[in-house]
């Protein structure tokens, strides 16, 4: 009836953003990502950040939702930088790591 899991190392990201008052949150950037978030439809473009041919992309799609919520929001509340991490967890190995697994690699986008 059950199955054992098929992955024994999973890879993901979390897209993160901050404010120009220093407050980081993956909410933010889910407000930032507008009606996406809701089915996750950003996720795709979330991998491209670490395909050294397809960063500008990513790097494109960000500075977009950046500058849409910018426009309503107060200053103090306005988006600064973007940071997308892809993390990687050896679940079979470590299932009940804390952290989910290692930051592996890291984008930092600001806007301008």
């Known amino acids: 009836m059950y199955q054992e899991p098929r992955l024994e190392v999973v890879t993901y990201h979390r897209a993160l953003a ?11 950037f889910q ?3 507008g009606i996406m978030h809701r089915n996750g439809r950003y996720r795709r473009i979330l991998r491209q950040c670490f395909s050294p041919e397809k960063t500008e992309a990513c790097t494109q799609f960000l500075l977009a939702c950046g500058r849409r919520y910018n426009a309503g929001a107060p200053p103090e509340e306005q988006v600064a ?11 079979r190995a470590q299932p009940s790591n804390l952290d989910h697994g290692q930051l592996a690699d890291r984008l930092l986008v600001a806007m301008n």
């Open 31 to 33: 407000r930032s990502a």
């Open 18 to 28: 901050r404010t120009t008052s220093g407050e980081m949150s993956v909410r933010l």
């Open 81 to 91: 930088e973007f940071e997308v991490q892809q993390w990687v967890w050896d679940f």
